[in-house]
């Protein structure tokens, strides 16, 4: 699929500075508020939002014959159920509006001036209401490290790795804008050589880089998706912080799954960058060796070549770039999650989140939690400021940013950004 | 806590026949909907529903001070997000209006006539919109039943079991109402001696019995719920068959937990018991060997002795109960699993699903499961047409039922029926 907006020669009126993640072709969308602004949809460009709420009612979207206020809402959830053949040519809209060559909105300066908000002046709410949420498993590499330290090297990947995009269900209510601290969980650990468990704050608080779909319209329970419909169901993508408590989830997670050691929170960046963007960002993933069931096979590319980095900010120091990574390291892709959560009937809704599981490529330097870049603890990382790192520690903040480059475009995705607080006390 | 609507004493002017599952002590509420009115809150009494949209409008809950329209919505979380403080008087003030003495709607021929409607009349909805779904495991026959299947008869329990209400996130997108049909799930398998997994049908679809509790009001993330809180965050409860694909379950479930084999649906009974209503009911669990955590110590009893049935009936033939178990034969408790849900900060919402895992009691006839009733295929269980079943077929109808009785009062909860249909066909 081609789309104008993508088109590299695109210039906006606006201003978009060169290392900006909001060029025009980009054009994410989120939820913001203002001192003066109830929180409302709202486009990504350079160092503005574009508030759509305005735009709507200044009748430019009028053609496109969108049900009334679906901007002025406080979550994007509405308008993604609109399903992509509105969508789409919504984006279309907005990307003529905001070209060098467009008048409609670039002489209106009534209109820009109530429709054009600073970044820095506005507040960001998690887009969506979370429908269900679900984590997967997909990164070999990821799968193999944390299988040849925790179990066996030489048969790293469990039996059912290759044939199965493996997942489990995750917490909806506790996933969070960036910029949400979130509290060190307290918890059941116990060490391999003591006698009984202990209770207390995790020792071993791990960020997980990954990315995660958000998916529009639904299926009817008992209908699976095919591979072919699946991308119909993606609206877009961010960047997912999937904390984790390595030291609870080792002690509770046989044999039903990951429980509190995941659910104290995940932190998503703000801005949802929409698949057709990422259109230009597509590659070829791994040949699947052996060969899957028909109903995870598909046509076309779904990897993408999203380059990731993760930094870590001890308070009041600089931040340390501890590892990148990329989107394109992954073995099963969205499509493929998408059949196989389906394939039994399980119906989807709108304002769902499936994430990828753990980004790691094949070295060092691009693993996606610090369980693999420390390995285990093995290999502290050196802060900025002298300190080291094994796991994160208390005020320590961790970023994650994400972008896509070619032809001189650069898709980004902003930032997410948590700080992890101290572990409140249990009497 | 005792209330006077519990009082045995109480009779309605409704005839409530004797075997009814819904005396004016019980007051379950639910959302119904018939052919002239839309999805509302009602309660159940005897064989009619109360439409507490008609009674509000006719100013009987005027001192009472609720919100306006707080009944006529397709959801009662509005309406449980109020509060006990709010809650609690209404089902006392609805109980006033049933009784034989009081005249107020007895007397009120045009009123009756528009608030009490036939329940064969009426049309029953999932009562809330569900947040999150958590199923927890906390039988102890269940869980040594499965382990000495599975594992090893000598360690059944893993070594956690009794330190952690082990608990998992499922989904609560296919969550649904009785008499909401389900297809059987397509899926991998893989038999112990195969070379690699298979496609198709699952052979193995079984229920689970189980009691879920709904929440009402929140925490913020961060802030655990104690024991001695969580009675506030509990609603109320349904009778839950949590569906469950075994040969799937097997091949996936290795490290992350069940997935495909359990998100196909799960089913709920339509009318949702208050903890009050309960209250009668309540009794001493199991004592904790070893001590547990204090975070998991509470006082008082919140055991719960309510019997329970399952019937599985073939296509054109009678049903049989092929187990009667009881919501007592638990080992962790509902404060105990809300307490462990939350001690990480996990927040909740109101309309979250908390199900109790399998409740299998200590002996042969009491197990909560085909797995364990037919003990894993040696044991076929006779149907009333003379075949039998190690799982459930296609066109099987699983029908559980239960109640509580005590002085002369029975306390139940209808029934949750739902029939199996054939596998999609996938191309």
Chains 1, 2 share one sequence.
């Not at 460009?45 to 305005?54: A, K, M």
């Amino acid at each position: 699929m081609t789309y104008k907006a993508n088109d590299p020669s695109l210039k906006s009126w606006i201003n978009v500075p060169k290392d900006s993640d909001f060029p025009i072709q980009n054009l994410p969308y989120g939820i913001f508020s203002t001192d003066k602004k109830s929180p409302r949809a709202g486009v990504a460009i350079g160092n503005f939002i574009l508030d759509l709420v305005e735009i709507q009612s200044a009748q430019l979207f009028k053609e496109l014959e969108l049900p009334e206020r679906i901007f002025d809402q406080p979550t994007l959830n509405a308008f993604m159920d609109l399903g992509k053949s509105v969508t789409v040519p919504v984006r279309e809209r907005i990307s003529e509006l905001l070209r060098e060559d467009n008048s409609e909105l670039q002489d209106n300066d009534q209109l820009k001036d109530k429709a054009l908000i600073d970044q820095e002046e506005a507040t960001m709410h998690l887009p969506i209401q979370v429908g269900d949420y679900t984590d997967f498993y997909s990164s070999e590499s990821h799968a193999t490290n944390v299988g040849t330290m925790f179990r066996d090297p030489d048969n790293a990947l469990l039996p059912n790795w290759k044939h199965i995009p493996v997942g489990y269900h995750g917490r909806a209510s506790s996933i969070v804008i960036s910029g949400t601290p979130l509290r060190r969980p307290n918890g059941q650990t116990k060490a391999p050589d003591a006698d009984a468990p202990s209770f207390g704050p995790s020792k071993r608080v791990d960020f997980e880089l990954e990315m995660a779909f958000i998916t529009c319209g639904k299926n009817e329970l008992g209908e699976p998706i095919s591979t072919k419909d699946a991308p119909d169901h993606i609206f877009g993508f961010t960047i997912f912080n999937d904390w984790s408590a390595r030291d609870i989830q080792v002690w509770e997670y046989v044999p039903l799954g990951p429980f509190l050691a995941k659910n104290f929170g995940s932190s998503m960046s703000p801005w949802i960058v929409t698949m057709e963007a990422l259109e230009p960002f597509k590659v070829a993933g791994p040949k699947p060796d052996p060969e899957v069931f028909p109903y995870l096979k598909f046509d076309g590319n779904y990897h993408f070549d999203v380059n990731l980095e993760v930094a870590v900010q001890p308070k009041g120091a600089e931040e340390k770039v501890v590892t990148n990574s990329n989107f394109k390291y992954m073995y099963w892709n969205v499509v493929q999650q998408l059949a196989h959560q389906t394939i039994n009937g399980c119906n989807i809704k709108t304002g769902d989140v499936y994430a990828s599981g753990t980004i790691s490529g094949p070295e060092e330097g691009t693993y996606g939690s610090m369980l693999e870049v420390a390995w285990k603890g093995t290999k502290p990382v050196a802060m900025s400021d002298g300190s080291d790192r094994k796991f994160i520690h208390d005020h320590d903040t961790v970023i994650m940013r994400g972008y896509g480059e070619k032809e001189g475009v650069r898709i980004g995705f902003g930032e997410v950004r948590s700080e992890i607080l101290p572990a409140k006390e249990i009497k």
